[in-house]
Structures are given as structure tokens and as C-alpha cells.
């Protein structure tokens, strides 16, 4: 197995080990840095994951979210482009269901759709980030071809503070964040 994937089970197995308690105690502190830096940045319309394998929750950040009235969009797996995610609308009352790594994401309905360039930022999922600010993700590759293009906006990265190394293998093709957003800091790189 290679050092990434090593990694990546290895890290998995920390941010799922957290208690339920730690778990709601960190989506609430991380949601704070996010509604703060959603206000630095005049955010208007942003991405989200929704939470599964025990990522850091962002069911506090996407409720306070709705209610500061900004715009709140997930990701779906899309129908039939291999390895692309595709940005849908989520509110309250958005029909649900499991894609086939049983994450929740809305019913696809095409109007509901956000191209990516419409978005203020998008907030990623990951497995580990280091020093530099370098995103080791699940490994599908969804996140970094997303963020290849020249119309991607800022993406940060929001995670358990668990999930930090001193420095993680580079791929030419990883994107480095310019912020991530844990529980008890908010990294500037
Ligand atoms: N919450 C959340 N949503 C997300 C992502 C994410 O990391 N987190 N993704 C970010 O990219 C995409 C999904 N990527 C994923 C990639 C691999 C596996 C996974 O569990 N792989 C299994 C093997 C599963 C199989 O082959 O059927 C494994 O590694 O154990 C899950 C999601 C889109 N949505
Ligand atoms: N911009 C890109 N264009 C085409 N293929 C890419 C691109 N970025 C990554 N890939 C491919 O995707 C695969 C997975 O990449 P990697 O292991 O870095 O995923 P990851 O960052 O862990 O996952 P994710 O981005 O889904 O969270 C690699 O085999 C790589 O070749």
C-alpha cells in the first residue's frame, strides 16, 4: 500500500475514534471561525460537505449559515462524468438521499444546480492537511480537479484538529488551501 493510502487509513481512523461529544463540540467552536469568516469575506453564497466517516460536522455551520440567509450549496456525485461533483442548492426542506459511498446529498434536480463560479467558496472535506497547507483528500480525486480549473473559487478546508500533520506527501496535482478552519484555529497560509 502506498504512503497516502497508509495515511489516509490511519487518519480515518483517528477522526472516527472521536466521541460523540467531541464531535459536537467541534462542529460548534469550527462553525464560529466559519460564520467569521464569512463575514471578513462578504460571503453571499457558499459550499459545503455534509459530514460522514466522522469528518469534522458542519450541521452547525450550515444552520447558522441559513440563518445569516447565506446561501448554502452540497455536493453531488455526478450522474455519469466519472470522479466530477456538481453543487446543488441545500435548504431545509431539500429532498435527501445516499450516493453509493452513502454520504447524504439532494435529489439532482438540474435547477437547482450552482455552477461553481458562482459560488463566493467552497469549504472541502479531508483526510489530513500539513503545514503548508497541503489537502490529502478520500482519494477520488473530485476536489482537485475541481479546483484545477481557472474558474474555481477560493476553496479553505475545515477539519479536527487531529487531522493536522507536520507534512504530508505532494502529488503534482494537489492544490494547496490558502485556509484551513479547525475547531480551535483558523491557519493562514
Ligand atoms: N462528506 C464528504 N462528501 C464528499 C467527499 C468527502 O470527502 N466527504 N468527497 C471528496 O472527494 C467526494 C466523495 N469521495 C469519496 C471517495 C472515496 C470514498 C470511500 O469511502 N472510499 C472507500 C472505497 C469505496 C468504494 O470503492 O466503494 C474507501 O476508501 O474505504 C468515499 C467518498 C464527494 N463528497
Ligand atoms: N486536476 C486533475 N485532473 C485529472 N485527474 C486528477 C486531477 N487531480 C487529481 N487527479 C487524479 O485523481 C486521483 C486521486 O487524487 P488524490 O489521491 O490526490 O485525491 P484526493 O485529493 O485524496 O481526493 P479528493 O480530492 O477527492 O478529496 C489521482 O489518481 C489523480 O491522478
Known amino acids: 500500500m ?6 489516509r487509513n490511519q487518519m480515518r481512523q483517528q477522526r472516527r475514534q472521536l466521541s460523540q461529544l467531541q464531535q459536537q463540540q467541534a462542529a460548534d467552536k469550527a462553525a464560529q471561525r466559519l460564520i467569521n469568516y464569512c463575514h471578513e469575506q462578504s460571503i453571499k453564497s457558499i459550499a459545503l460537505y455534509l459530514s460522514f466517516d466522522g469528518e469534522l460536522s458542519t450541521k452547525t455551520a450550515i444552520q447558522r449559515l441559513w440563518q445569516q440567509h ?21 435548504t431545509p426542506t431539500s429532498a435527501m ?3 453509493k459511498f452513502g ?14 463560479n458562482e459560488l463566493d467558496v467552497i469549504v472541502t472535506p479531508l483526510v489530513a492537511f500539513d503545514r503548508q497547507g497541503n489537502r490529502l483528500g478520500m482519494g477520488g480525486g473530485f ?12 476553496a479553505i478546508g475545515y477539519a479536527h484538529d487531529v487531522q493536522r500533520l507536520e507534512s504530508l506527501p505532494v502529488a503534482s496535482w494537489d ?8 475547531p480551535s484555529h483558523t491557519y493562514r497560509f
Not at 2 to 7: F, I, S, V, W, Y
Not at 73 to 83: D, L, M, Q, R, Y
Not at 143 to 154: F, I, K, M, W
Open 70 to 90: 447565506i446561501n448554502v450549496c452540497v455536493p453531488v456525485i455526478h450522474p455519469f462524468s466519472k470522479h466530477h461533483l456538481v453543487f446543488i442548492e441545500y
Open 175 to 182: 492544490m494547496p488551501l490558502p485556509c484551513i478552519i479547525t
Open 103 to 116: 454520504i447524504e446529498e439532494p435529489v439532482l434536480e438540474c435547477h437547482k444546480i450552482v455552477p461553481k
Open 143 to 154: 476536489y482537485d480537479r475541481l479546483l484545477a480549473s481557472d474558474d474555481a473559487p477560493t
Open 97 to 99: 438521499q445516499l450516493n
Open 2 to 7: 502506498d504512503t497516502r493510502q497508509a495515511l
